[in-house]
């Protein structure tokens, strides 16, 4: 399984990007997905998850009301709608397949490569 994230880049604060996550494989449609950031000296942190039908969604509280994570099966694609950007989103963004369902407690078996997203003010 191999994934790989892009859409990141240089945006201005209160500007949006949409991330995409392409996994490789014929699994992505059975497991959770998640994507989470490390800024510049800190931890890596959690983002949002989607379980994997799309119908279940968690938010970091920093992320509630501005990102929307989806996904497409049919594409093995999943989504970071990241909507109203500060500073404090400058990020590299990695998404993670869950080894469940549904993203829990059971943790990630693979990570892509992460895209980075600066957010200028």
């Known amino acids: 399984v191999q994934l790989q994230a892009s859409g990141g880049g240089l945006v201005q604060a209160g500007g949006s990007l949409r991330l995409s996550c392409a996994a490789s494989?014929?699994?992505?449609?059975?497991?959770?997905m998640g994507w989470f950031r490390q800024a510049p000296g800190k931890e890596r942190e959690f983002v949002a998850t989607?379980?994997?039908?799309?119908?279940?969604?968690n938010y970091a509280d920093s992320a509630k009301g501005r990102f929307t994570i989806s996904r497409d099966n049919a594409k093995n694609t999943v989504y970071l709608q990241m909507n109203s950007l500060s500073p404090d989103d400058t990020a590299v963004y990695y998404c993670?397949?869950?080894?469940?369902?549904?993203?829990?407690?059971?943790?990630?078996?693979?990570w892509g490569q992460g895209t980075q997203v600066t957010v200028s003010s």
């Open positions: 494989g014929r699994t992505f449609n059975t497991r959770g």
């Open positions: 989607i379980d994997w039908s799309g119908s279940v969604r």
């Open positions: 993670a397949r869950s080894r469940a369902l549904v993203p829990g407690t059971v943790g990630y078996d693979y």
